[in-house]
């Protein structure tokens, strides 16, 4: 794992080249590198930050440069054993025993028909000295990122935004599609960029530089091909051995020179997954949370922290409490910097923290559950999309008695907050709409009316495309099965949108790299092959992979109640960031250029004081928007708070 960064006919693309990489200094603590080559009428410049974790020798270094082929490479291949195998049974002989040159050799032989063959995560630039060539290339399912600018003939590329902020002196404007997109989801989707000039690789794609200044671009994987053909192979009768599928992902996930540990909510995925990894790793470590008990008592939350002790004294594993209790006035500028994007998820916070603290341990590696949510309609949002199907037949007069008497209860009190209230109202929310816009508004912030209400009237068309953008990817399908089309949105929107970014981001920022075995193309071809009405059974969401777990788990961890990878923001709005909020409502930037509309967030305010609508994720988003928009309008780039 690690930064990387170049520039392509670029002017000045050393000392660009140079910046870039020093503003990834994080990603890599245990090494740096440049590489320098004519290309036409100019250079190409590649640079590296190295986090050291398989081959900790020099001959690991990047970029790695061999044979004239240069590569900065950022990413673990899980299969790197068998293609190491295969290149040298047709002659290859390798210096080390890095992926690094797994991947370089491979992509002598192969070139880009080598990247479906390639299993694990990862984003890279590759340059041919013999034809000029630059190649960007980033992962399948869109685990690690690639952002790039283009200018003219000339390219640069990071592994994060905020390098190619830095390097054009705030000269970037903010695109307001994706602050529109961000108020709505609380993220901004892969399919767009905070800056207008600069772009994210898409998952499964590659792009071509050449010295004459045509770009090509070409997709080697599509996760809309694998769910169609996992249809087939479900309606054919095949069965996928979910169990082996994930045992054999989580043990490739092991692979490493330095110490690896998980991350441990308690949950079904990542006890699973601890179980697995111990199975491998006797002995392994794990790091959980708990929040302050006064913060979990007036969110309602469930005490994960039981489970997790559970599950570790079962299987010998050495657990890690981590109390979380952030001063979050000190650490909101931090993390709305590290997370490049506005992105208002407070779990963000928990994965900076545990990494850090694993960090301090000496743990440079950590597994995550990241993704079986997504993949096995995990959700509350897909078993609530189930139900609305059938609250639909109550006869309209009952339904609108129940939403009335639904529409009175408070939400929270002085003292405390309702979870089944909230549940309720924001199931109530929904669950008479078309599926598209009943799925779409399951998950984000706003029904179209009151985005309309929050947003400058002259961004009403932005609204409409950002809405008609999740339309479109929601029914670029022929799935006729209901759950499927689910984790199919989820795994091309919200899956690399939110989760897989904060979790980059976040585990980056303390020199840590976390790795997602649910997260793996084998598994993902597994989950497509499972039909929906084995995925959600009843009421019991992710009902699949809980019949996988169980030859590992004690029933009573896979089938207790979901757990929260979240935060007591309720508790934080109304207490630490209480102020704050204030501030930002009344006399923020957003509010004084016009972006945000004041009274809309003033009504909003006094809703979520009295009790009777749950806007603390709203306003957390808020207040991470208005300080992401501070550093982006300052004018001198992207600077560390």
């Given at each position: 794992?690690?930064?990387?960064?170049?520039?392509?006919?670029?002017?000045?693309?050393?000392?660009?080249?140079?910046?870039?990489?020093?503003?990834?200094?994080?990603?890599?603590?245990?090494?740096?590198?440049?590489?320098?080559?004519?290309?036409?009428?100019?250079?190409?410049?590649?640079?590296?930050?190295?986090?050291?974790?398989?081959?900790?020798?020099?001959?690991?270094?990047?970029?790695?440069?061999?044979?004239?082929?240069?590569?900065?490479?950022?990413?673990?291949?899980?299969?790197?054993?068998?293609?190491?195998?295969?290149?040298?049974?047709?002659?290859?002989?390798?210096?080390?025993?890095?992926?690094?040159?797994?991947?370089?050799?491979?992509?002598?032989?192969?070139?880009?028909?080598?990247?479906?063959?390639?299993?694990?995560?990862?984003?890279?630039?590759?340059?041919?000295?013999?034809?000029?060539?630059?190649?960007?290339?980033?992962?399948?399912?869109?685990?690690?990122?690639?952002?790039?600018?283009?200018?003219?003939?000339?390219?640069?590329?990071?592994?994060?935004?905020?390098?190619?902020?830095?390097?054009?002196?705030?000269?970037?404007?903010?695109?307001?599609?994706?602050?529109?997109?961000?108020?709505?989801?609380?993220?901004?989707?892969?399919?767009?960029?905070?800056?207008?000039?600069?772009?994210?690789?898409?998952?499964?794609?590659?792009?071509?530089?050449?010295?004459?200044?045509?770009?090509?671009?070409?997709?080697?994987?599509?996760?809309?091909?694998?769910?169609?053909?996992?249809?087939?192979?479900?309606?054919?009768?095949?069965?996928?051995?979910?169990?082996?599928?994930?045992?054999?992902?989580?043990?490739?996930?092991?692979?490493?020179?330095?110490?690896?540990?998980?991350?441990?909510?308690?949950?079904?995925?990542?006890?699973?997954?601890?179980?697995?990894?111990?199975?491998?790793?006797?002995?392994?470590?794990?790091?959980?949370?708990?929040?302050?008990?006064?913060?979990?008592?007036?969110?309602?939350?469930?005490?994960?922290?039981?489970?997790?002790?559970?599950?570790?004294?079962?299987?010998?594993?050495?657990?890690?409490?981590?109390?979380?209790?952030?001063?979050?006035?000190?650490?909101?500028?931090?993390m709305t910097y590290d997370l490049d994007e506005p992105i208002g998820d407070p779990a963000a916070i928990n994965t900076f923290l545990i990494c850090s603290a694993a960090r301090e341990a000496g743990v440079k590696v950590m597994l995550s559950g990241m993704g079986a949510d997504e993949l096995f309609a995990g959700y509350r949002k897909h078993l609530a999309n189930q139900l609305a199907l059938r609250y639909q037949r109550i006869?309209?007069?009952?339904?609108?008695?129940?939403?009335?008497?639904?529409?009175?209860?408070?939400?929270?009190?002085?003292?405390?907050?309702?979870?089944?209230?909230?549940?309720?109202?924001?199931?109530?929310?929904?669950?008479?709409?078309?599926?598209?816009?009943?799925?779409?508004?399951?998950?984000?912030?706003?029904?179209?009316?009151?985005?309309?209400?929050?947003?400058?009237?002259?961004?009403?068309?932005?609204?409409?495309?950002?809405?008609?953008?999740?339309?479109?990817?929601?029914?670029?399908?022929?799935?006729?099965?209901?759950?499927?089309?689910?984790?199919?949105?989820?795994?091309?929107?919200?899956?690399?949108?939110?989760?897989?970014?904060?979790?980059?981001?976040?585990?980056?920022?303390?020199?840590?790299?976390?790795?997602?075995?649910?997260?793996?193309?084998?598994?993902?071809?597994?989950?497509?092959?499972?039909?929906?009405?084995?995925?959600?059974?009843?009421?019991?969401?992710?009902?699949?992979?809980?019949?996988?777990?169980?030859?590992?788990?004690?029933?009573?961890?896979?089938?207790?109640?979901?757990?929260?990878?979240?935060?007591?923001?309720?508790?934080?709005?109304?207490?630490?960031?209480?102020?704050?909020?204030?501030?930002?409502?009344?006399?923020?930037?957003?509010?004084?250029?016009?972006?945000?509309?004041?009274?809309?967030?003033?009504?909003?305010?006094?809703?979520?004081?009295?009790?009777?609508?749950d806007f603390s994720k709203h306003l957390w988003h808020v207040l991470t928007l208005e300080h992401w928009y501070r550093g982006a309008t300052s004018g001198s780039g992207r600077t560390a708070p």
């Open positions: 794992m690690c930064g990387i960064a170049g520039t392509y006919l670029w002017p000045d693309g050393k000392a660009v080249t140079d910046r870039l990489t020093d503003t990834l200094a994080h990603r890599g603590p245990d090494g740096a590198g440049r590489y320098d080559h004519p290309v036409g009428d100019g250079e190409v410049h590649l640079g590296h930050r190295r986090l050291a974790i398989i081959d900790l020798s020099g001959t690991g270094a990047q970029p790695m440069v061999s044979g004239g082929l240069a590569l900065t490479y950022n990413g673990e291949l899980y299969n790197a054993p068998e293609l190491r195998a295969e290149l040298a049974a047709a002659g290859v002989r390798f210096r080390g025993t890095s992926d690094t040159e797994v991947l370089l050799e491979a992509w002598r032989r192969w070139g880009t028909d080598c990247l479906p063959r390639l299993r694990g995560m990862f984003a890279f630039g590759i340059f041919d000295e013999r034809t000029g060539d630059l190649v960007l290339a980033r992962d399948q399912l869109g685990v690690k990122p690639l952002f790039l600018l283009r200018r003219g003939t000339g390219l640069m590329f990071a592994s994060e935004l905020k390098a190619l902020a830095a390097v054009t002196g705030g000269t970037l404007e903010v695109d307001h599609g994706a602050l529109v997109a961000s108020l709505l989801y609380y993220w901004v989707p892969d399919t767009r960029c905070a800056f207008r000039e600069a772009e994210k690789l898409p998952p499964g794609s590659w792009l071509r530089c050449r010295a004459d200044g045509r770009v090509e671009r070409g997709r080697y994987w599509n996760l809309k091909d694998v769910a169609a053909e996992g249809q087939e192979r479900a309606r054919s009768g095949e069965r996928p051995d979910l169990a082996a599928v994930v045992e054999e992902s989580t043990r490739r996930h092991l692979l490493s020179d330095v110490p690896v540990a998980t991350f441990l909510s308690g949950g079904l995925d990542s006890s699973y997954l601890t179980a697995l990894a111990a199975r491998h790793r006797p002995g392994i470590s794990a790091y959980t949370i708990g929040f302050r008990a006064e913060d979990a008592k007036f969110e309602a939350m469930p005490d994960d922290l039981r489970y997790a002790r559970q599950v570790a004294q079962r299987f010998g594993v050495d657990l890690h409490e981590i109390e979380i209790a952030p001063d979050v006035l000190e650490l909101l500028p931090r006869p309209r007069p009952l339904r609108r008695g129940v939403f009335a008497a639904v529409d009175r209860l408070p939400v929270a009190t002085a003292r405390r907050g309702y979870r089944s209230v909230r549940f309720a109202k924001r199931f109530l929310s929904f669950a008479e709409l078309p599926e598209e816009t009943a799925f779409r508004r399951s998950y984000t912030m706003y029904d179209q009316a009151e985005l309309l209400a929050l947003v400058d009237p002259e961004l009403a068309g932005t609204v409409e495309d950002v809405l008609t953008e999740h339309a479109d990817i929601y029914h670029d399908n022929d799935l006729d099965d209901f759950v499927n089309r689910m984790c199919l949105g989820d795994a091309r929107m919200f899956l690399p949108g939110l989760n897989l970014a904060y979790t980059d981001r976040s585990s980056m920022a303390a020199s840590t790299e976390v790795r997602v075995p649910y997260v793996d193309v084998d598994v993902v071809e597994a989950a497509f092959a499972v039909p929906g009405d084995r995925k959600i059974v009843g009421r019991q969401g992710k009902a699949v992979l809980k019949e996988a777990a169980t030859s590992v788990l004690p029933r009573e961890i896979v089938y207790r109640p979901k757990g929260l990878f979240s935060a007591p923001l309720r508790a934080w709005m109304s207490r630490d960031l209480a102020p704050l909020v204030r501030e930002v409502v009344h006399d923020g930037l957003l509010v004084n250029s016009g972006i945000l509309r004041r009274d809309a967030l003033v009504r909003m305010v006094a809703e979520d004081a009295a009790g009777q609508r």
